[in-house]
């Protein structure tokens, strides 16, 4: 497996902006992305990238105010936020799998440990 090893969230008033990062221990050859998940809710895609060619995939509602990119060599995948809203509040989780990439969350079996948004 994957380990998966997010920074970057915390508070923010709604208008503002937040950068998660995330590091993968190896290469996955595949897919990365976010996910977030507000508690009682199901998780939720938010952007994913191919590794390789840097195609990038968003949620339809999200995609006009979140940036997903990437450092290659570092193994590190970035998610910008901007104009965030009280309802982008949620925990935050990378994702990686080395097959195609998806906003299905049941496809992908390494998950990190999450970090917190909270936009208010």
């Known amino acids: 497996h994957v380990q998966l090893v997010e920074s970057g969230g915390g508070s923010v008033q709604a208008g503002g902006a937040l950068n998660l990062s995330c590091t993968a221990s190896q290469s996955t050859g595949g897919c990365m992305g976010w996910f977030r998940q507000v508690p009682g809710k199901k998780r939720e895609g938010v952007a994913t990238?191919?590794?390789?060619?840097?195609?990038?995939y968003y949620a339809e509602s999200l995609k006009d105010r979140f940036t997903i990119s990437q450092d290659y060599a570092k193994k590190t995948i970035y998610l910008q936020m901007s104009s965030l809203k009280p309802e982008d509040t949620a925990m935050y989780y990378c994702?990686?799998?080395?097959?195609?990439?998806?906003?299905?969350?049941?496809?992908?079996?390494?998950w990190g440990q999450g970090t917190q948004v909270t936009v208010s």
């Open positions: 994702v990686a799998r080395s097959g195609p990439c998806s906003l299905r969350s049941t496809l992908y079996n390494d």
């Open positions: 990238i191919y590794t390789e060619s840097g195609f990038t």
